[in-house]
């Protein structure tokens, strides 16, 4: 598959579940965390906050396992629209998620997918039990819930 047939994918992606999540928030003061991954999912989710943030509404993308902003042209259009990163390697005490998830309305997971195969461990276990402990409004998976195995 090409670059371009890639980014076509996870616009495509990101533009639907934008959309769906658009129609579930009236209130433009809504605020989205959109948890990053470092593959499509994590794409899609990077999407879907461009998205959102075209349609007003507070979008901050905390990325785990993800290349630098400058190395990654999704986080770097989000970046360019007025949304906020932040980086799991930056938030050694997680208060950084903690913060954001007491202020969010809506999470967007797309941390991983169908394709893992094993138990949760380390930072990305602390990451997705800190997001479950939250009773965030609502958590919208772009594609399985991080830790769920298909």
């Not at 800190?130 to 919208?140: F, K, M, T, W, Y």
Request: aromatic fraction near 2%; charge should be negative.
């Amino acid at each position: 598959m090409h670059l371009a047939q890639v980014e076509q994918r996870l616009h495509g992606l990101g533009d639907f579940g934008a959309n769906g999540l658009r129609g579930s928030l009236t209130d433009h003061d809504s605020r989205v965390l959109a948890l990053v991954g470092p593959g499509n999912n994590g794409g899609d989710a990077l999407v879907a906050g461009r998205y959102l943030r075209e349609a007003g509404l507070a979008v901050t993308a905390y990325l785990w396992n993800r290349k630098p902003a400058g190395d990654d042209p999704l986080a770097g259009v989000l970046v360019e629209q007025g949304g906020k990163l932040l980086r799991a390697e930056d938030d050694a005490s997680l208060t950084a998620l903690a913060r954001e998830l007491g202020r969010a309305d809506v999470v967007v997971d797309g941390l991983l997918g169908m394709g893992l195969v094993r138990p949760l461990e380390g930072r990305l276990r602390e990451i997705v039990e800190r997001v479950n402990a939250a009773r965030c409004p609502l958590v919208l998976a772009v594609d399985l819930p991080t830790g769920v195995h298909a």
